[in-house]
């Protein structure tokens, strides 16, 4: 007999024989914050992430260009910016191994934890974000759910082969407590709202 | 002129007060400390101390977890901190806990979903076997331990694979899964920090969590002076954890392979959803060409709505931080890559069987009731001698050898304050007294042990005899020099004051107050 049917044939002579229902799982989205990019704001800041302000009626191209000065491999993956990597070029991973600064589109945010979700569509390449020293992540205030019940009904998690909630930046404390940002992944982790332009373009 | 010395700024709530109360390092945002992930709520650091070990096992000889315990708490900076940093967890759970209204919702939908699931496992492993394959994974399933180490084996022989960077994982913990390998030649490099440093130092974890939680700074500063090279001089926490960030990264690239473990498995999409605050799991898993993911057969939730239960519980009760810092979902291969699955056993479908401890496969790993048990934060999981310590460690380890772990049930005062505080309602501290009656019966327990219990079982039985006994007890007690209280043979009064006794019992008092019938 193989260890696959030895496996299910112990686990179901010995499943305990007692009635137990699947309950439904409520949204709790009763209390709603005023905003929610505010919320999400709040939150990511505790998880030791960067909000970038954009002042109203500016570019916000140019909260990035502040970050970016004296960084010398930059990988973009959004049209809104262009780096001196491209994406397109990487063959594998590890030639990503040198780049500063990654720059790429949240798929949605989540406004409770402050959280940003990347999958294999907006990285090109899934190590991206976690070689490059530092992480910018454009997000339109419109893809932001409140929590992570709302979180987990979009079809990114039924869709893609690999998505990733991003808290904030690689973080450790394993020593003494002490906060570190920069554990094995990107030393910063900085969120620009910036909407989409295909949703710029519809209104 | 004499100047006069200010003494240093001090904080009540600091190890030691000659310590600046704030790192220069300290991350603040508007002025306030960040506590996310691992981090402490409050300024600690310690005064060098030589590291105390572990128990001493011994083959199948019962482990003697006082024992080690005893040498721990005579290491007084290892104690302290220890204790002050596992304390510093259970609040900032706490604090967590009473910002979401719904908690106490959510522990109960997660209780329930997790016995749903259990009750129903061989469904949910199919359905989760064929969601994984239609995905394009391979899927492995592993009887035992054994199974499983060469199973994975097999999949890196089969790619020519030499080195493996790895994730935490307390299933290839359980497992033997690194002396396995350096058996066999491959070399296993683990990629979070606490993690490596244990691995660093040919220790085991201490802690689910935090596996390094029992190591001071300069106990680290050791360890990778003499593994990695550093300035043995130099404990500074920044310097540590970037050398160790520079000496991991070009393993991480030149890795031919990866493998994590798995926090939650989804039945529906064929989901393994893993959780880490470095994203080391993330590396391990999307640089090198081959991923392979342990999971244990209980980790496994029916949908993708039931995950948010868990996702929301798991990182607020481990941690008091919202959640960690990466929450990915690996549901296949990506392109040019391979993923495989390997399904554990190793005598969890026994465990189902087990009608008083069938309900402890809920756990979900968080550690809360470790951070919250007086005996573990002062004595160290190393003390216990096993894989899973703390109360956990007390209801699971005995499963996989009574004999060996049968002391282990005892070393808790069963305050039940692990399952107050467990995420997924597992009557923790009940079921480590029911584990002391099943040894108890199959004989696992010393002679002097039981004959005390008998004894004791007696006097509880006899109302009459125990009156008088407390009654005795308490007079005695109250005129006994302080050498017959506090010596070796009682354990109670080691580390601890023997509470005054009261001048009446309260059976006397009711009978004098309330009178009457009796």
Redesign the interface.
């Known amino acids: 007999m193989s260890s696959r049917e030895q496996i299910l044939q112990r686990v179901r002579s010995n499943l305990p024989r007692v009635e137990r229902p699947l309950p439904a799982v409520p949204p709790f989205d009763e209390t709603r914050p005023a905003s929610l990019l505010t919320k999400f704001k709040e939150s990511l800041e505790r998880m030791g992430g960067l909000f970038l302000e954009v002042p109203p009626v500016s570019d916000p191209r140019l909260a990035v260009h502040t970050q970016l000065a004296g960084a010398k491999v930059v990988c973009s993956i959004v049209p809104e910016f262009t780096g001196n990597r491209r994406i397109e070029d990487v063959r594998i991973p590890q030639d990503l191994a040198d780049v500063d600064f990654a720059i790429v589109r949240a798929s949605f945010a989540v406004a409770e934890t402050g959280s940003v979700l990347l999958s294999e569509a907006e990285l090109g390449t899934n190590a991206v974000a976690y070689l490059a020293q530092h992480l910018i992540v454009l997000l339109d205030p419109d893809d932001i759910v409140i929590n992570l019940h709302h979180a987990y009904r979009r079809s990114e998690f039924r869709e893609r082969h690999y998505a990733s909630l991003h808290t904030g930046p690689s973080a450790t404390a394993d020593i003494e407590g002490v906060l570190i940002h920069g554990a094995q992944g990107v030393r910063s982790l900085s969120v620009l709202p910036f909407p989409r332009a295909i949703a710029r373009s519809a209104i | 002129m004499n100047t006069v010395t200010k003494p240093p700024r001090t904080d009540e709530r600091q190890l030691h007060p000659e310590h600046p109360t704030e790192?220069p390092?300290?991350?603040l945002?508007?002025g306030r400390r960040?506590?996310?992930?691992?981090?402490?709520s409050r300024p600690?650091?310690?005064r060098p101390e030589p590291q105390p070990r572990g128990a001493k096992v011994h083959g199948n000889r019962p482990v003697d977890q006082a024992e080690a315990a005893a040498r721990f708490i005579a290491s007084p900076e290892h104690e302290k901190?220890h204790d002050a940093?596992l304390w510093?967890l259970r609040q900032k759970r706490d604090r967590e806990m009473h910002a979401i209204?719904?908690w106490e919702?959510l522990r109960s939908?997660a209780s329930?979903?997790k016995?749903?699931t259990?009750?129903?496992?061989?469904h949910y492993?199919?359905q989760f076997e064929a969601s994984a394959q239609a995905?394009g994974v391979h899927v492995h399933?592993?009887?035992d331990a054994a199974?499983h180490n060469r199973t994975v084996h097999g999949i890196l022989k089969d790619h020519g694979a030499r080195t493996l960077i790895k994730s935490k994982s307390m299933l290839t913990e359980e497992c033997g899964f690194r002396p396995y390998m350096a058996s066999v030649g491959i070399e296993v490099i683990e990629?979070?920090?606490?993690e490596r440093?244990q691995e660093l130092d040919n220790e085991d974890p201490s802690h689910v969590v935090?596996?390094?939680?029992h190591?001071?700074?300069t106990d680290?500063a050791k360890v990778f002076s003499e593994t990695i090279g550093t300035d043995p001089d130099n404990s500074d926490?920044?310097y540590?954890?970037e050398a160790q960030?520079t000496a991991?990264?070009p393993l991480?690239?030149a890795a031919d392979a990866g493998m994590t473990g798995c926090n939650f498995a989804v039945a529906e999409?064929g989901?393994v959803a893993v959780c880490t605050?470095?994203?080391?799991a993330?590396?391990s898993a999307?640089?090198p060409k081959l991923h392979i993911a342990s999971i244990g057969?209980e980790k496994l939730i029916?949908r993708?709505?039931?995950?948010?239960?868990f996702?929301?519980l798991l990182s607020r009760s481990a941690l008091g931080?919202?959640?960690?810092?990466?929450?990915?979902?690996?549901?296949?291969?990506?392109?040019g890559a391979e993923m495989h699955i390997v399904?554990v056993?190793n005598g969890r479908?026994?465990r189902?069987?087990m009608?008083q401890f069938?309900t402890s496969l809920k756990c979900i790993r968080c550690g809360a009731c470790m951070n919250t048990c007086p005996v573990y934060r002062r004595s160290g999981g190393l003390s216990y001698g096993a894989t899973y310590s703390g109360p956990i460690g007390l209801i699971i380890d005995p499963t996989y050898n009574a004999r060996k772990f049968s002391a282990l049930p005892f070393s808790s005062t069963l305050n039940g304050s692990c399952t107050n505080v467990c995420p997924v309602k597992i009557n923790i501290h009940e079921q480590i007294y029911a584990w002391r009656r099943e040894l108890v019966r199959q004989h696992e327990v010393p002679f002097i042990k039981t004959a005390l219990m008998k004894a004791a079982g007696e006097l509880l039985s006899h109302p009459a005899a125990y009156r008088a006994a407390i009654g005795a007890a308490n007079a005695v007690l109250a005129h006994l020099p302080r050498f017959v209280i506090y010596n070796g043979l009682n354990a109670w009064g080691k580390h601890r004051e023997v509470p005054t006794p009261p001048k009446q019992t309260f059976h006397s008092w009711y009978r004098s107050n309330r009178g009457g019938a009796s």
């Open positions: 790192d390092h300290t991350i945002h508007n960040l506590d996310h992930a691992e981090g402490s600690l650091k310690s901190m940093r510093d209204p719904e919702d939908l329930a979903i016995e749903h259990l009750t129903h496992l061989d492993l199919e995905n399933w592993a009887a199974e990629t979070d920090l606490g440093i935090v596996p390094a939680v190591k001071l700074r680290v926490v920044h540590l954890a960030r991991t990264r991480i690239l999409t989901t605050n470095e994203g080391n993330d590396l999307n640089v057969i029916p993708l709505e039931h995950l948010a239960v996702v929301r931080s919202p959640l960690t810092q990466y929450t990915s979902h690996f549901r296949g291969p990506r392109k399904l056993d479908s026994q189902l069987a009608h069938w």
